[in-house]
């Protein structure tokens, strides 16, 4: 069973489209995550989410959005798309345990390529 | 907020241990991993350390934390060709985020 699962696994389309990540776990995890990582591999968070709060990484474009239909969905949206935004997307999940402990579970990554 | 290094890149002959390097700047972080990634995968959770722990050991796995220096370290015993991955090191900041090294690409030669 897979604990954290994306879809599509690749996704290569045109600059100033619109286009979507889908992310699902059923793990019960009441955390999600949305990560890009960079063709250097450099891992940067994008977004945290429960069904409390949004955290936002500042520098995270505006044409970049998260949508939550349920605790176990989240998926990115992206709007615009431009040839920067060509990267590796990772959705992660954790539970929200007493205190910091944080191990998070991700998923086998969406790479994205924009022509 | 957090910022966490590791060098780039490391090659080791098999059979060899590895020691992968990581310093953080939050001394106030209570919580370090070590994820590997595997080529085309996700990553995944290797170890990880309490602050409150100088070192750790699990199998073939041994992790040392220096809190006074902010200084962590995998060390990787008998490494196999199976082990050559990206190796990123961790640590919670504030708000509970993980906040990631580089990577540190390990290369095991025969």
């Known amino acids: 069973d897979t604990a954290v699962s994306q879809t599509p696994k690749y996704l290569v389309t045109q600059m100033g489209n619109d286009k979507s990540i889908k992310c699902e776990q059923n793990?019960?995890?009441?955390?999600m995550y949305w990560y890009k990582q960079d063709s250097k591999k450099f891992l940067k968070i994008m977004f945290s989410?429960?069904?409390?709060?949004?955290?936002i990484n500042e520098t995270v474009p505006n044409r970049f959005s998260p949508k939550s239909p349920d605790k176990a969905h989240l998926n990115l949206h992206i709007n615009s798309l431009e040839l920067g935004d060509s990267a590796v997307y990772f959705c992660?999940?954790?539970?929200?345990?007493?205190?910091?402990?944080?191990?998070?579970?991700f998923g086998p990554g969406t790479r994205l390529t924009v022509l | 907020g957090e910022d966490v290094e590791q060098s780039l890149f490391l090659s080791v002959r098999e059979g060899d241990s590895s020691v992968i390097n990581c310093t953080y700047t939050?001394?106030?972080?209570?919580?370090l991993y070590w994820y590997k990634q595997e080529p085309g995968a996700g990553l995944q959770l290797l170890t990880y350390?309490?602050?409150?722990?100088d070192m750790k050991q699990d199998q073939r796995l041994t992790v040392l934390l220096n809190k006074k220096d902010k200084h962590l370290s995998l060390r990787i015993a008998d490494t196999q060709t199976g082990d050559s991955a990206i190796y990123f090191c961790?640590?919670?900041?504030?708000?509970?985020?993980?906040?990631f090294g580089s990577g540190t690409q390990l290369t095991v030669l025969p």
């Open positions: 992660a999940s954790s539970h929200r345990r007493g205190g910091n402990f944080n191990e998070q579970f």
């Open positions: 793990l019960g995890h009441d955390t």
């Open positions: 989410y429960n069904n409390k709060e949004l955290i």
């Open positions: 939050d001394s106030s972080s209570t919580y």
């Open positions: 350390i309490f602050s409150n722990m």
């Open positions: 961790a640590a919670v900041s504030s708000a509970r985020q993980l906040t």
